[in-house]
């Protein structure tokens, strides 16, 4: 298995996993003309994908979901909280609830229920029956349906949003503060560290921090808190920005 970012942040998110005969795009934050433009720097055509995952409705992660669907006849699968709290309606290749799994041709998919302020937000695991990704983005708060399924990782895409000192002092009105550090809206640094931390992240070939906010974290920070938290390698760590996100890495 391989996986690599498109780019991750509060003005676009997307991922993509491939298996030997599966590729699998997890949400689509970017306009069209963008999307394909990051996708062709990672070797990829829209035609060639297999699915679209919608993890949930919020705009950085299905701007361009119903144009690149529509477009490339790409399959679409989400919850139908998600599906009803689009602003674009489409026509769903099918609807998935927490706990449900997906197969895509030799690529397993695991639908993770999360606390998130959206209608019925989801996050996945994917796994080609020899290696587990997962992408664990958007979440307040980490319950123990998290930590069942995203143990025994082989790589791990994980939120580390902001620093609670910076989003503290930051300029964003108190209500988006009260809303961004609450149960429902995003993980800081030492939840998601302490999270890594009860998983068996000693397996783990690659572990990769996303959705890092440009206003409230910065990268050193993020990093810092992980290497104080887990004892780990600075270098061993990496960071997806909202940019240039994360070229391939492969799952070995």
Known sequence: MHFAVLGSGSRGNSALVRSSDARVLIDCGFPLRETVKRLARLGIEPGELDAILVTHEHADHVHGVELLARHHRIPVYLSAG????????????GLLTAGQRLQIKDMEITAVGVAHDAREPLQFVLSDGRRRFGQLTDL?????????CYR????L?????????????GPYPYPLKA???????????????DLVAALDWEGLQHLVLAHLSE???TPQLARQCFVDTLGCDPDWLQVADQHSGLDWREIA
């Open 82 to 93: 998600t599906l009803q709290g689009l602003r674009k309606p489409l026509e769903p290749a």
């Open 215 to 217: 206003k409230n974290n």
């Open 157 to 169: 895409v994980v939120e580390a949003n902001h620093d609670s000192e910076m989003l503290a002092r």
């Open 140 to 148: 307040g708060s980490v319950t123990a349906e998290v930590l069942e």
């Open 152 to 155: 025994g990782l082989d790589a």
């Open 179 to 193: 809303r961004v550090g609450g149960q429902w809206g995003h993980l800081n640094n030492q939840q998601a560290a």
